[in-house]
Antibody, heavy 118, light 108 residues
Framework: QVQLQESGPGLVKPSQTLSLTCTVS??????????WNWIRQHPGKGLEWIGY???????NYNPSLKSRVTISVDTSKNQFSLKLSSVTAADTAVYYC??????????WGQGTLVTVSS | EIVLTQSPGTLSLSPGERATLSCRAS???????FTWYQQKLGQAPRLLIY???SRATGIPDRFSGSGSGTDFTLTISRLEPEDFAVYYC?????????FGQGTKVEIK
């Protein structure tokens, strides 16, 4: 059974960089055919796809966030990571990592709330 | 990007009743790469339907998906108490992948 777990700071100051890591267990991140995604949900709102990475480092980002987003992968640790720069209060959200098979999200992490505040 | 509009915003039904949720796309989803998710309070979304009409592993057959082009439907044939939740549609035909705003199915 594949499991995903987000980790990282729950509080980030405005203008700083949000950094989260997703650790995948129960399956290898280098198995082809899967995309490894970040998705966020603003409090009480709907879902927003941030982007994905393939095990070989190929990425695809949402244009609305592309200038501030970097997703990377560490296959040796079976992890992938999200960096979102120049954050504002509008980036306060629950951040999920999810496996795309290849694009329907079949496994999700539990989500982690990141609050942007000074 | 493809904008997905779900209706109704809230559906008030009783257990045992049939639920019909709609999702309309701003342009045709050519490949039928279309999904439905269920989300309960404080939980991550759960995949119900992919490729517009295929049930995900472990999903009861009271859930069914249909549609093509710009109009898609999720039907729950007989609501069970655990089905009261928020449902989201999503397309992965055209990047960026996008979600609808959600339909809340609440107990009447």
């Amino acid at each position: 059974q594949v499991q995903l777990q987000e980790s990282g700071p729950g509080l980030v100051k405005p203008s700083q960089t949000l950094s989260l890591t997703c650790t995948v267990s129960g399956g290898s991140i280098i198995i082809g055919g899967y995309h490894w995604n970040w998705i966020r949900q603003h409090p009480g709102k709907g879902l927003e796809w941030i982007g994905y990475i393939y095990y070989d480092g190929t990425t695809n980002y949402n244009p609305s966030l592309k200038s501030r987003v970097t997703i990377s992968v560490d296959t040796s640790k079976n992890q992938f990571s999200l960096k979102l720069s120049s954050v504002t209060a509008a980036d306060t959200a629950v951040y999920y990592c999810a496996r795309g098979a290849p694009a329907e999200f079949d496994y999700w992490g539990q989500g982690t709330l990141v609050t942007v505040s000074s | 990007e493809i904008v997905l509009t779900q209706s109704p915003g809230t559906l008030s039904l009783s257990p045992g009743e049939r639920a019909t949720l709609s999702c309309r796309a701003s342009q045709s989803v050519i490949s039928n790469y279309f999904t439905w998710y269920q989300q309960k309070l404080g939980q991550a979304p759960r995949l119900l339907i992919y490729d517009a009409s295929s049930r995900a592993t472990g999903i009861p057959d009271r859930f069914s998906g249909s549609g093509s082009g710009t109009d898609f439907t999720l039907t729950i044939s007989r609501l069970e108490p655990e089905d009261f939740a928020v449902y989201y549609c999503q397309q992965y035909d055209s990047s960026p992948w996008t979600f609808g705003q959600g339909t809340k199915v609440e107990i009447k």
